[in-house]
C-alpha cells in the first residue's frame, strides 16, 4: 500500500475523502457532496496509488451537534411511523415519549459520525525510539449493521510495529469507537482501524482483528446464537511477514 509522506495538520485541515462510489475511512458521496474538480481528480487517481483512501483523519465531520438538535424533531416522527407501521399506538402510556428516546438513542449510537481522526490524534503521537510491537487487545466494540440497523458487538485486537513514532494507547481505543460508532458492515470497520493507523503514525505494519455478533443472525435470519464473525486486515510487515503476522496472532489470542 502506498502512502503519503507525513506532515502537521492542525484540526481546521480538510481533504476530500470519498472515492468515486464508497470510500474505505470516508462516506457514501449521498452523504458528503464534493466538488466536480475533486471528483475529477480522485478519478484521475491524481492523489492516490491504491483503492485505499489517503489521508483520511483529516475528513469531515458529516453530523454536528447541531445537526442534531435539528433533526430530532423529524428522527422522532420517523418512529412515531414506525410505531403506529408496527400495529401500537404511540399515544399509549408507556409510548408516549417511545420516540423521542429512541431518537435520541440513535444519534448516540452513531456519534461517530460527529467525530474526526485527527481531533483524536493531532497531540497523542510521539517520537520514540521504539520498533517493537504493540499491541491492545480485548477493546470492546458496538456498532449497528447498516443492513438492518441492528447492533453488531465484540471485541477488536490491534498491533503495530513502531517506525519512530507511537500512539497514546488509549487512542486506539478511541479510533475503534468513532469507526464502529456508525452504520458499519465488519469488514469496511476493520479496514478503517488498520488504514487510520498506519496513516496517522506511518508504522512498519499493523494488525486488525475484529471478532464480533452480530444480532441480524442471532435475532432473526438463521437465528444462531453462538456464531461468531471474525474480519482481519493486515497491513505492512504484518502482511508481508508470516513471522510477524504470527507472533501477532499469539500474542492476541494468549
Not at 474538480?37 to 447541531?66: D, F, I, N, Y
Not at 448516540?108 to 517493537?132: P, W
Not at 458496538?142 to 438492518?148: D, K, L, Q, R
Not at 475484529?210 to 474480519?231: D, L, Y
Amino acid at each position: 500500500m502506498e502512502h503519503s509522506k507525513k506532515t502537521k495538520y492542525s484540526p481546521g485541515d480538510r481533504k476530500d475523502s470519498s472515492e468515486s462510489g464508497s470510500a474505505i475511512n470516508g462516506h457514501f458521496d449521498g452523504l458528503v457532496k464534493r466538488p466536480a474538480a475533486a471528483s475529477q481528480a480522485a478519478a484521475a487517481g491524481s492523489h492516490r496509488g491504491s483503492s485505499s483512501v489517503m489521508e483520511s483523519w483529516k475528513e469531515e465531520r458529516t453530523r454536528s451537534l447541531e445537526d442534531n438538535e435539528m433533526s430530532l424533531p423529524s428522527l422522532a416522527a420517523a418512529y412515531t411511523t414506525i410505531l403506529r407501521g408496527l400495529g401500537e399506538d404511540p399515544e399509549r402510556q408507556g409510548l408516549l415519549k417511545t420516540p423521542w428516546r429512541a431518537a435520541t438513542a440513535m444519534q448516540f449510537f452513531t456519534k461517530g459520525y460527529q467525530e474526526k481522526i485527527i481531533d483524536v490524534l493531532n497531540d497523542a503521537i510521539f517520537d520514540e525510539d521504539h520498533d517493537e510491537m504493540v499491541i491492545v487487545k480485548d477493546i470492546d466494540m458496538f456498532s449497528m449493521c447498516e443492513h438492518h440497523l441492528v447492533p453488531i458487538f465484540g471485541r477488536v485486537h490491534i498491533g503495530y510495529l513502531p517506525n519512530k513514532r507511537v500512539l497514546g494507547l488509549s487512542k486506539l481505543a478511541r479510533i475503534v469507537e468513532i469507526y464502529s460508532r456508525r452504520l458499519q458492515v465488519q469488514e469496511r470497520l476493520t479496514k478503517q482501524i488498520a488504514v487510520a493507523i498506519t496513516e496517522a503514525l506511518q508504522p512498519t505494519g499493523v494488525g486488525v482483528v475484529v471478532e464480533a455478533t452480530h444480532m441480524c443472525m442471532v435475532m432473526r435470519g438463521v437465528q444462531k446464537m453462538n456464531s461468531k464473525t471474525v474480519t482481519s486486515t493486515m497491513l505492512g510487515v504484518f502482511r508481508e511477514d508470516p513471522k510477524t503476522r504470527d507472533e501477532f496472532l499469539t500474542l492476541i489470542r494468549s
